[in-house]
């Protein structure tokens, strides 16, 4: 029903649905929009949850450049990005 309403209103999937928006922005930049928390950090695996699951990234050097309660900005070499269903 709702992706019909965003259909319908051409208004953007992630503002509706609220599923993760992700810009990966070279290797060494991910931006990741409406996530629900941090589950792990480290310098080379980070974990997010989300509404469609926990989104999972692979790398070195890892650093978040901004975090707030929509969005996390995460800066380091980039090797892996997976999607895990709960």
């Given at each position: 029903m709702k992706r019909k309403i965003s259909e319908s209103l051409e208004l953007p999937k992630e503002v509706i649905m609220n599923v993760p928006y992700i810009r990966i922005l070279g290797n060494d930049e991910l931006q990741i929009e409406n996530h629900k928390g941090i589950v792990e950090y480290s310098s080379?695996?980070?974990?997010?949850?989300?509404?469609?699951?926990?989104?999972?990234?692979?790398?070195?050097?890892?650093?978040?450049?901004?975090?707030?309660?929509?969005?996390?900005?995460?800066?380091?070499?980039?090797?892996?990005?997976?999607?895990?269903?709960?």
């Open positions: 080379d695996i980070v974990r997010l949850k989300s509404s469609i699951g926990i989104i999972k990234i692979e790398g070195k050097d890892f650093l978040i450049k901004e975090i707030n309660p929509e969005t996390v900005v995460l800066t380091g070499k980039i090797k892996n990005l997976e999607f895990i269903s709960i």
